[in-house]
């Protein structure tokens, strides 16, 4: 779902987060961007995977398999 | 998704590997080549812009296993690791992030247990091979491997002077980036066999050290931070300079001059225009006992004309895995000589890695004068190569 609301074009519609107001096109406005958010999301993610010890070339291609 | 997580946490703490290779990608379409494989057939490849969004947000981290066999039988198993430095954020603006990244990808080859650590590309160039610091390791050790790349440079040179008709010793010898490990190394193994050696490199207190070091032993010497400012033409060319792209452009070389581009990333600008120079790429080895990668990363992080060739940084691991030789071998800056060339020549050739066949970016460069005889992993070998494996091997063929 992450993936889905950080990616760049929403190809399945709106993605529920922001109730039916697509919120990408301001984020300029708070100073960010939606490649900032994602880029921030996938280290967090890629991060918590590795505390749980998986191995990274397992996670990473969970990762490079998310929708774009 | 189908295994269980806790089953993959216990799986990735129980494999420990022999070694670990550090890299990092050269160019964006390398980049993009590696997810592609990662992403699969069944998902498009990510576009260029959207791979150079995500890529600097990945932490360091194990790519792949690389499991590598030897002629004698012997096998090791280890991890590819890549720091996930940006292609186009090898400049000193970026250098402390870099250094962090490298030291996380460190990390993760101790944690996977590995017991040797070969640092390839940049990896080697940003710590200089000063091993404090790099995180608090145990019993893991770590090699820039630039030893064994100096090996196949030298190897490389010589090959391609004997298909051009060059002798050596009446040779001009020209060196980028000649204060590096990697150069300083080449001077001392080639000075000797030389006319003469122009050394080229940003630093010129360095430059003149080495000079001096050179001198000492007869061999006549020009040092020069402008490739412009040199007296002679040289035709015979090692790049080994750390630049942050393929950027280099020649004034003059000699007619028909040999051109050794060891670089990663690549030192010679595609523009270049040396019609009549013979290029190869340098420092590369191929191993004949066996390569195998999963994910299957085959050709797309070893990206070549012919198959199982590696950089000689990473193979310098390999082999001392192979040996079970678990010690630093190169490490710092400027002490490669030509008896710990030999030393770890010697290593390579006991476990099958040899000088790869030599290629350039338009693919093989081709020997006019190879006898083509085919082993079983489809190297060709020419009368010269023959003379090399039996020297090393110590076998009658």
Redesign the interface.
């Known amino acids: 779902m992450l993936a889905e609301m950080l990616a760049?074009e929403c190809t399945h519609g709106h993605c529920e987060v922001c109730q039916g107001s697509c919120v990408k096109p301001s984020l300029f406005e708070v100073s960010l961007s939606a490649?900032e958010l994602?880029?921030?999301s996938?280290?967090r993610y890629?991060?918590t995977l590795?505390e749980?010890?998986?191995?990274?070339?397992?996670?990473?291609?969970?990762?490079?398999?998310l929708p774009? | 998704?189908g295994r269980s997580?806790a089953g993959?946490?216990e799986?990735?703490?129980s494999?420990e590997v022999d070694f670990a290779l550090i890299g990092h990608q050269e160019s964006w379409r390398a980049a993009a080549d590696v997810?592609a494989v990662?992403?699969?057939p069944e998902?498009a490849p990510?576009?260029d812009d959207?791979i150079k969004?995500?890529l600097?947000?990945?932490?360091p981290?194990?790519?792949?296993?690389v499991d590598v066999g030897s002629i004698t039988g012997a096998k090791a198993c280890g991890?590819y690791?890549d720091s996930f430095i940006p292609p186009d954020r090898l400049d000193a603006a970026h250098m402390r992030d870099n250094i962090t990244r490298v030291r996380a990808a460190a990390a993760?080859a101790i944690k996977a247990g590995a017991n040797i650590v070969s640092l390839g590309g940049f990896s080697s160039i940003l710590i200089e091979g000063n091993f404090d610091q790099l995180p608090e390791r145990y019993d893991t050790v770590f090699t820039t491997g630039n030893t064994l790349t100096v090996g196949f440079i030298v190897q490389g040179l010589r090959e391609m002077c004997a298909r051009e008709g060059s002798d050596l010793r009446g040779s001009t010898l020209l060196i980028i980036g000649a204060t590096g490990d990697v150069g300083s190394g080449c001077a001392r193994c080639l000075a000797p066999f030389v006319k003469c050696v122009l050394l080229n490199a940003r630093n010129v207190d360095r430059l003149r050290r080495l000079a001096v070091e050179l001198e000492a032993d007869g061999t006549e010497v020009e040092v020069a931070t402008d490739l412009q400012r040199f007296s002679a033409e040289p035709n015979l060319v090692i790049c080994a300079a750390s630049l942050t792209g393929p950027s280099l452009l020649f004034g003059h070389l000699a007619p028909n001059a040999i051109v050794c581009d060891a670089a990663y990333p690549k030192n010679l600008s595609p523009s270049a225009q040396m019609p009549v120079a013979k290029i190869f790429f340098g420092g590369l080895g191929q191993i004949t006992g066996g390569l195998n990668f999963a994910?299957d990363l085959h050709g797309t992080l070893n990206r070549n004309p012919f198959p199982n060739v590696v950089h000689g940084c990473l193979l310098e691991g390999m082999a001392l895995a192979l040996e079970g030789r678990f010690k630093p071998f190169s490490q710092g800056r400027g002490f490669i000589t030509q008896g710990r060339v030999k030393e770890i020549e010697k290593v390579a050739a006991r476990h099958g890695i040899y000088l790869a066949p030599l290629s350039n970016a338009t693919g093989p460069v081709k020997d006019e004068r190879a006898c083509q005889t085919k082993c079983s992993n489809d190297k060709v070998f020419g009368p010269d190569e023959f003379e090399r494996v039996r020297m090393y091997v110590g076998q009658d063929q």
């Open positions: 760049r490649a994602r880029g921030a996938l280290r890629l991060d590795d749980l010890e998986l191995p990274g070339e397992v996670t990473l291609a969970w990762v490079a398999q774009v | 998704m997580v993959l946490a799986k990735g703490r494999n997810l990662l992403r699969g998902h990510l576009p959207e969004d995500i600097p947000w990945i932490p981290r194990a790519v792949c296993h991890l690791i993760c994910p």
